[in-house]
């Protein structure tokens, strides 16, 4: 206190303005946290997996099984009406975890109500979830899925509004997201193998991690997904910006079907794994 009399007045401004600054760069120095970015991963994976059990279910019967995401031992129960108006779809796993053929457990329901076929230009599906977990991720919400019809490359492409919440293990309170997506069916949409689908996503949205910290997000580079060649999306890289964090740069690599990505906060690389 005594230094700071003696000096002159610009001199004791131009400390503290050091001193802020310094300061700033240690927090974002110190923001390493990609808790974050996994769960937006997370978030891009759940309804959009279920969004392909339901189209896998869409062509099937009551009582049939599942063609690709078939269950060790055909847990999945599937209940299909066809003369109900919107028609309905149920796929029930059970009260108790059953190990899919993906790797990943499920339980409960995912329920789907539908004006039309998935390829019908305006046809929406609403796929909803009743105590339906993946990996004991607790998934919650809807997503509305539009098929809008050929786009201008002459691609089938889709408008997917979700409103989701999710669990995590362990964890007390709910994660929220929110998302409008443009989704390209950009191949296997001639051909009658429902397993060779591959989709293009694009799009933004928003959502709290279970510490009220609210972020926006936004697919810069589009994420590509495959039904059946790969189990995690593989392609493609989302900007995530934390609510008072520096932005987060999720990047799930050059197309190897691995579970890895990255995430880079203040040019800092951090490795993560994909549930």
Known sequence: MIMLKRMPLKQICVLISLTIVLFSACVRERDTDT????????????????????????????????????????????????????????????????MCNDGRTRQ?????????????????????????FVNNYHVMGSNVVENKGLNASSKPYFNSAIDGKVMKPGVADTLYYQANKTITWTEGSTTPIWGDDIYEITGNGSGQNEFKTYYAMTITQPLIKEVLGCRFINK????????????????????????DATVTINNKVFNIKLN
């Open 108 to 132: 409960g329901k995912i329920m789907v109500s539908y004006t039309g076929r998935y390829a019908d230009t305006g046809s929406i599906h609403t796929i909803t979830f009743d105590n339906y």
């Open 35 to 98: 808790i974050m970015a996994g769960d937006v991963a997370m978030h891009e994976f759940l309804f959009h997996d279920a969004a392909d059990l339901a189209d896998d279910a869409a062509t099937k019967n009551t009582g049939d099984n599942l063609s690709n995401y078939k269950t060790r031992g055909y847990c999945a129960v599937l209940t299909h009406d066809t003369n109900s108006n919107p028609r309905t779809i149920v796929i029930d796993f059970g009260a108790a975890n059953c």
């Open 236 to 259: 493609g890289r989302i900007e995530m910006q934390p609510q008072g964090k520096a932005l987060r740069t999720i990047d799930f690599g050059n197309g190897k079907c691995d579970n």
